[in-house]
């Protein structure tokens, strides 16, 4: 595995990590990969998040709304 930057670009001499280190730091979440599915617990904590954002006039309604709508199939499960 290569670890990169969020821009794309490779780190200094490119760094490895063993598979089980791999598989241990995507579980704890210190890699986060980029084609994951939100989990539930992930998208309420999105929700939560947003609903304080809105009760603080720092999200629409509408925007809270649409979150909420795609959130849906993921928090329902």
Not at 1 to 10: D, F, K, S
Not at 71 to 76: E, G, H, V, W
């Given at each position: 595995?290569?670890?990169?930057?969020?821009?794309?670009?490779?780190y200094?001499?490119?760094k490895?990590?063993?598979?089980?280190?791999?598989?241990?730091?995507i579980e704890s979440g210190a890699i986060l990969l980029k084609n994951r599915k939100m989990t539930?617990?992930?998208a309420i904590a999105k929700l939560k998040e947003a609903k304080e954002l809105l009760e603080i006039d720092m999200m629409s309604k509408q925007e809270f709304?649409?979150?909420k709508k795609n959130?849906?199939?993921?928090?329902?499960n």
């Open positions: 595995m290569v670890l990169e930057e969020i821009n794309g670009r490779a200094g001499n490119n490895y990590l063993s598979l089980m280190d791999t598989e241990l730091e539930r617990v992930e709304d649409e979150l959130l849906a199939p993921i928090t329902n």
